[in-house]
């Protein structure tokens, strides 16, 4: 059974960076696609950003510019490059993954079918 675990959150300055990770358990993470999602405070749960497993990508328009979603197969590992980043950025943030069979941008806004997900990693937007 696959299971995530997120790591890389902490607390970053306005105009910071932060390097989110992802690591699943098994080694045909490589047949998974896998994507972030975040939950603030007294907020729903929203996408980031998601990548198939054929290369597609897709960023929510908060992340556009400022985050890189990657994936390195050989460590089971998907990344969330996070720049610029600013206090409404602060979240719990979540990988999820599952073997999809719509577009890369249906598997953002349909997240909470996925079947596998991480228990989450803070991060703090402040000065």
């Known amino acids: 059974q696959l299971q995530l675990v997120e790591s890389g959150g902490g607390l970053v300055q306005p105009g910071g960076s932060l390097r989110l990770s992802c690591a699943a358990s098994v080694a045909t993470a490589d047949h998974y696609d896998i994507g972030w999602f975040r939950q603030a405070p007294g907020k729903d749960r929203e996408a980031v950003s998601c990548l198939t497993t054929d290369g597609s990508i897709y960023y929510e328009d908060s992340a556009k510019g400022r985050f890189t979603i990657t994936r390195d197969n050989a460590k089971s590992t998907v990344y969330l490059e996070m720049s610029s980043l600013k206090p409404e950025d602060t979240a719990v943030y979540y990988c999820?993954?599952?073997?999809?069979?719509?577009?890369?941008?249906?598997?953002?806004?349909?997240?909470?079918?996925?079947?596998?997900w991480g228990r989450g990693t803070q991060v703090t937007v402040s000065s």
């Open positions: 999820a993954a599952d073997q999809w069979r719509e577009s890369v941008k249906a598997m953002c806004e349909k997240g909470y079918t996925l079947r596998a």
